[in-house]
């Protein structure tokens, strides 16, 4: 018998995004403080794991994004 061995997945910190969602840089890069102050009002643009652009939509609740990897977030 073969041994598989599993590819062990980078630790991510969880809730702590690599990527801004809402000008997609690196969140570690600083100068997000515009983002921060625009996302209060509007949905986000990019996932923060991945960085790909989001497919947001406006619902009667807020918002709605969705990453085709990572699943949907509301506002
Ligand atoms: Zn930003
Ligand atoms: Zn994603």
């Given at each position: 018998m073969t041994e598989l061995v599993e590819p062990v997945a980078p630790a991510e910190p969880a809730?702590?995004?690599?990527?801004?969602?809402?000008?997609?840089?690196?969140?570690?890069?600083?100068?997000h403080d515009a983002c921060a102050a625009a996302r209060a009002l509007e949905p986000p643009r990019?996932?923060?794991?991945?960085r790909r652009r989001m497919k947001v939509q406006v619902v009667p609740t807020g918002w709605s994004a969705v990453c085709v990897e990572h699943g949907e977030i509301r506002g």
């Open positions: 809730g702590a995004g690599r990527w801004c969602d809402r000008c997609g840089e690196p969140s570690a890069a600083g100068g990019y996932c923060v794991h991945c």
